[in-house]
C-alpha cells in the first residue's frame, strides 16, 4: 500500500517528507510501547502511535519505518517534525482513535505480515 | 586483521528527550562504513534499548563501540543502582518503570529480551549500589 493511501483513508494530514507519499509500507504496527515497537522486525513499516515525544521518531528510525501515524489528532512537536524529516520518515495526523486507525488499514488489507 | 574502530559516547541521565542519540549516531557510522543493513538495524535497536535503560533506571552512563571487520562490540557502563536479580529483569513484561517513564512510551519489559534477541552474545555484570555493564557482540553477516 502507498503512503498517500494510508493518509487518504485515515482522513490524515500530512505534517512532513510529502515528497515520500508514493513509497510503499508492506506492514504496520499499533502500539503506545516503544519496547513492543522494538520487539518488531519488518521492512517499510508504519507506526501508529498515540503517543508524542522525540523517543518515537528515535525508534521509527533505529526501525528503518518509513511512516508514523499519529492518532486521536495528537500533533508531534516541531522538533519531532524536524528530527523525522532528516530521517525521511513521513509523518501524519488523523483524527482516528487508535482501533479504528488500525483497523481501517487492516481491512483496506494492510496486514503485518507472519514471520 | 586491522585495528577496531572505536566511538565513544557520554549518556546524559538528566535529558530523556535527548536518550538514543548516541544510538542514532552509532547508526549513521555503520551506514558509512558500509556494514550490511541487518547488521546495523541490529545493533542499533540493541544500543537504543540498552541507552533507553541507562537514562531511565540508571542516571545515564558512557557507551563505547568497536568496530571489527567480523563484529561488533557494544559496552554500556553505568553507576547506577545495579539489578538485583538478572533472570528476572530478562523476562518479557517484567519492568520496574514508574507510570511516568510508561506514560513516554517504556516500561514494557521488552528491553533486556530485545537486546538478547538482536545480538549474538550478550553479558550483564551488575553489582548492587555500583553500576552495571553490559557487552554486547553482533557478528557481521
Ligand atoms: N541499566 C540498568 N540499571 C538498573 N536496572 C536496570 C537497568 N536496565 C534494566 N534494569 C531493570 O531491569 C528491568 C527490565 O528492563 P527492560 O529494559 O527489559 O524493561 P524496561 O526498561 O522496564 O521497559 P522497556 O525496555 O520495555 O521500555 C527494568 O525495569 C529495571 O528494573
Ligand atoms: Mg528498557
Redesign the interface.
Known amino acids: 500500500m502507498k503512503i498517500r493511501e494510508i493518509a487518504r483513508l485515515l482522513d490524515a494530514e500530512v505534517l512532513c517528507c510529502k515528497d515520500h507519499l508514493d513509497n510503499e509500507v508492506y506492514s504496520a504496527c499499533g502500539s503506545?510501547?516503544?519496547?513492543?515497537v522494538?520487539?518488531y522486525?519488518k521492512d517499510q513499516a508504519v507506526l501508529i502511535?498515540g503517543?508524542t515525544?522525540?523517543?518515537?521518531i528515535?525508534?521509527a528510525?533505529?526501525?528503518?519505518m518509513v511512516c508514523i501515524v499519529f492518532v486521536r489528532s495528537k500533533r508531534p512537536t516541531e522538533?519531532m517534525l524536524r528530527l523525522a524529516q532528516e530521517h525521511g520518515i513521513v509523518v501524519m495526523a488523523t483524527p482516528k482513535r487508535m482501533y479504528e486507525a488500525c483497523g481501517t488499514l487492516y481491512a483496506a488489507g494492510l496486514y503485518r505480515s507472519e514471520d | 586483521m586491522s585495528e577496531a574502530l572505536h566511538f565513544h559516547f557520554n549518556v546524559d541521565g538528566e535529558n530523556f528527550t535527548s536518550a538514543g542519540e548516541a544510538s542514532v549516531q552509532v547508526k549513521k557510522k555503520l551506514r558509512q562504513l558500509g556494514m550490511p543493513p541487518e547488521t546495523i538495524r541490529c545493533v542499533s535497536i540493541a544500543m537504543y534499548e540498552g541507552e533507553i535503560n541507562m537514562v531511565i533506571h540508571a542516571g545515564g552512563g558512557n557507551a563505547d563501540v568497536y568496530v571489527n571487520e567480523d563484529e561488533i562490540v557494544i559496552v554500556l557502563e553505568d553507576h547506577g543502582p545495579g539489578i538485583p536479580n538478572v533472570e528476572l529483569a530478562m523476562q518479557e513484561g517484567y519492568s520496574t518503570a514508574p507510570e511516568t517513564i510508561r506514560s513516554l512510551g517504556f516500561g514494557a519489559g521488552m528491553g533486556l529480551p530485545n537486546m538478547k534477541r538482536y545480538t549474538d552474545d550478550m553479558k550483564i555484570d551488575t553489582v548492587i549500589g555500583t553500576g552495571t555493564t553490559i557487552t554486547m557482540k553482533v557478528y557481521v553477516k
Open positions: 503506545d510501547m516503544m519496547s513492543d522494538l520487539a522486525v502511535t503517543l515525544n522525540p523517543q518515537v528515535r525508534t528510525e533505529m526501525m528503518d522538533e
